[in-house]
């Protein structure tokens, strides 16, 4: 098949789409996390209570567990993925502007019980959107797609953070979280504007909806070999990522400096490269994309190597982060596209929740190491570990044939009846 063009992808209404549904996912996430420490801190509740609210988040680490609904069940509106969409923005509308009749300080208990409402209803959006666009994209805007899905994501944290952080000195922390309930109409426009995927034959019960994708998965060839390359393939980036602002600070870098180059640039380097990572796949195929990608995301740990040999230097912090947050946004969208590739479209909620759950929890208990290897090595022997930690994912890729695990119905035939390893 011939690649098409940029300007073609470019013309299709589902690539613009995607930034707004991509939006309306990112909004409510620090609207329960980082925004809501802050109106906590100035309300003055003590910081055993703020910490203690992590807790909310869970929802986030266990929405496969509902997945299987959203793929069994067909709401009477708009169909089995938009009609979900549309109830769960909705209701997001209604919880994040609740959560500004609550005072934090006078009221934990109800807050916290908004609060886990609202990541829910979230991860509940992120279930089926996740599911949407792995349904409504071919093959050839994948890349693209997520990108722009990733970018108006990354634009909906920083307007719950930024935006959300300004407006609360000038309107107070309540009539913020008002106007942050209503910028959820992002979503709901889009939703109304989105095309419905081709109907696909829902599972039949709600046994097989919890029973099949795993089914489906495991019995697929070479299913654990590539869920062992899902797990690889971010090893390096989650073991660096819990210490680097421990090493900034250890290096002599202010608050200030971390916040404004790590948070602020780095938030802005991510969406770059994002977007970049975007337009390359458009020409590139995917095994390429993930080699390359995975390949600059690991090497850039080397940049932290650098910084930790010259010590405290602004300029050389800045480049550092750049690189490593570009990358990470490459990185990010060409693994997005394979998750998407290897789901089934009649339970493609479960399974990408499930495939994307389990890279994140196995890594985020391998990252829970970083500590005692950043003390045992040292800072330089420890990024270069990090650095050398993306090859496995690479080998593994190398041996891996160009359709393994993805679902019959999105195999190609190959020409003459051979198999290809896809480098082209």
Not at 78 to 86: A, I
Not at 137 to 160: C, D, I, K, Q, W
Not at 356 to 378: D, K, P
Request: proline residues 5%.
């Amino acid at each position: 098949m011939t690649n098409p063009s940029l300007l073609t992808v470019l013309k299709s209404r589902r690539i613009w789409l995607l930034m707004a549904v991509g939006f309306a996912s990112g909004l409510p996430l620090w609207l329960t996390g980082v925004t809501l420490s802050a109106w906590m801190k100035n309300e003055g509740v003590n910081l055993k209570t703020i910490g203690i609210f992590s807790l909310v988040a869970l929802p986030y680490t266990f929405k496969v567990l509902w997945a299987p609904l959203m793929d069994r069940y067909t709401l009477p509106f708009l169909g089995r993925r938009r009609g979900w969409m549309l109830l769960t923005q909705v209701l997001l509308m209604g919880a994040i502007s609740a959560m500004g009749l609550v005072n934090p300080k006078d009221a934990p208990i109800a807050m916290a019980c908004m609060a886990v409402v609202v990541t829910f209803l979230s991860a509940s959006q992120d279930i089926v959107a996740d599911a949407w666009r792995t349904d409504i994209l071919p093959l050839e805007e994948r890349g693209l797609g997520n990108s722009m899905y990733v970018t108006g994501y990354r634009m909906g944290m920083l307007v719950a953070g930024g935006l959300a952080f300004i407006l609360s000195d000038i309107l107070g922390w309540s009539k913020t979280y008002y106007v942050m309930g209503l910028l959820m109409s992002v979503g709901v426009v889009a939703t109304l504007l989105a095309p419905e995927p081709q109907s696909v034959r829902p599972p039949r019960n709600l046994l097989d909806a919890v029973v099949k994708p795993f089914v489906d998965y495991f019995r697929r060839k070479y299913a654990l070999g590539v869920l062992a390359f899902l797990v690889l393939y971010k090893l390096g980036d989650a073991i660096a990522a819990s210490m680097v602002t421990p090493f900034y600070i250890e290096l002599g870098f202010s608050n200030t400096e971390i916040g404004a180059l790590s948070k602020t640039l780095g938030m802005l380097a991510t969406i770059g490269g994002g977007l970049l990572g975007g337009v390359l796949m458009v020409k590139l195929s995917m095994r390429r994309a993930l080699f390359i990608f995975g390949a600059a995301q690991g090497l850039t740990n080397l940049a932290f190597l650098a910084l930790s040999l010259v010590g405290k230097n602004d300029l050389m912090l800045a480049a550092a982060i750049t690189v490593d947050n570009v990358c990470t946004g490459l990185g990010v969208t060409a693994f997005a596209a394979f998750v998407m590739s290897l789901c089934h479209k009649s339970f493609s909620a479960t399974q990408y929740a499930l495939l994307s759950t389990m890279g994140t929890i196995a890594n985020r208990l391998i990252g829970s190491v970083s500590g005692y290897l950043a003390t045992w090595m040292g800072w330089p022997t420890f990024f270069a570990f990090t650095a050398a930690a993306a090859i496995p994912a690479l080998v593994l890729l190398v041996f891996l044939p160009e359709h393994a695990a993805q679902p019959l119905e999105d195999v190609p035939p190959a020409p003459g009846g051979t198999s290809s390893r896809g480098w082209a």
